[in-house]
C-alpha cells in the first residue's frame, strides 16, 4: 500500500502551518482593526474548507488561502512615521483632537487646524503635546485662513513636505424634518462639510502629489444610509463621499492615494453647544411659515432637539476604532479606500445596499427613529378624513 498519501497530507500540513505562521507574523505588523476582522474571516474561510470537502483538499485550499492572505497583508504594513507631517481640521474637540494628540504620540509632525486659536481645545493641545505639533488658526470657511496655513505648513516642512491631509471639520446641525430645516442650515452643512473639505484639498494637492501622500476624509456611514431628522448633514457627507470617489480614481496617476472614513455613531463635540442649539432652534422657528407651524405644531418642533439626547445614548464614548483605521489610512502600504469604524456600522452599509427599500424603511422607522411626538395635524382622529 503506497504512503504517498499520507506524506503528501503531511507535507500540506507542514506548508499549511509555516503559511499560518507567516500570516499570524504579517498580522503583528497589522492594527488591531484590520488584524480582528482578517481573523475572523480566515477562521470562518478555513472552517468551511475543512468541512466542506475532504482533509486533504480541505488543506490544500487553505494553505493557498493562507498564501493569498499573506500577499494582502504585506500591504497592510504601516510605514515608518519618521516626523511625517499631517494636517489635520477641526482639531478644537472629538476626532481631531484625539486624532492630533494620538498622531503626536506616535512621532508625526501635527499641524492641527483649529476654529479658535485661542480656545481652549487649541490650548489644551499646546499644553499636552510635544513641540513638533503646531496649532494653526484654520476656519475651513475662511479662504484666507487656508490660505495663510498653506503659507505656514510649506514654511516649517520645507524639503520634507506634507505626506497626509485629513479633512475632519464637520458641524452637525439641529435634527429636524426637512421641511422644517431652514435653507440656511442646508447651506452652512454644505459649506462646513463639502466645500470647506475640498477648499482645504485643493490648497494642498499641490504638497500631497509632491509627497505622493494621502488624502484621509472624514465623512459618516450617513453618507451613504438615508437617516431620518438629519436631511442637511447627510445630504452634505454624501457629497463628500462622492468626491472622495472621484478624487482617488483622478489622483492615483499620481500616486495619492485617498482613503474615506465613515464611522457610526461616537459621542463628539459634533453637536455643538447648548447656546449653539439654542440659536438654530430659534433659527428654525423664526424661517418656519404659519402654516408650517400649524401643521406640524410647536410641540413637535421644539421637541425635535431631545433627539440628540437620544443620538447620544446610541453612541459609543471609545473613539479609538476611528483612530486606528485613520493610522491604518494614513500608514499603511496599501490603504483601504473606506473605512467603517464603529459597532454594526458595516452591517447597516450592507443591508442598506442589498435590502429592498420597502424592507429598509421600515427597520429605518423601526430602530433609527427617535421621535418622541406626531406633528399636530396627524395626531388629530379625523385628519385622514380632512384630507380626502
Sequence with gaps: MSTLPSETAWLCLAVTAALGGLVLCQLK???G?????VVCLAGLW???CLLSLSPFWGLVLFSLSCFLLYIYLSGQELLPVDQKAVLITGSDSGFGHALSKYLDQLGFTVFAGVLDENGSGAEQLRRT???RLCVLQLDVTNLQQIKDAYSTVVQK???RGLWAVINNA???GLPADGELIPMSHYKQCMAVNFFGAVEVTKAFLPLLRKSKGRLVNISSMGGEIPFLKLAAYCSSKAALTMFSAIMRQELSKWEVKVSIIQPGSFKTNITGSSEMLEKLEKDMLDHLTPDVQEEYGQNYILAQRSILTSFSVHSSSDISPVLLDIRHAISAKSPFTSYTPGQGTYLWLYFFYFSPTGIFDYFSK????FDVSIPRTLSMPNWK???M
Design 29 to 31: 505588523k497589522s492594527p
Design 33 to 37: 482593526q484590520v488584524g480582528r476582522k
Design 46 to 48: 478555513g472552517g468551511a
Design 129 to 131: 503635546c510635544s513641540k
Design 157 to 159: 516642512v520645507q524639503n
Design 170 to 172: 464637520g458641524i452637525l
Design 366 to 369: 423601526k430602530f433609527l427613529n
Design 385 to 387: 378624513n380632512e384630507v
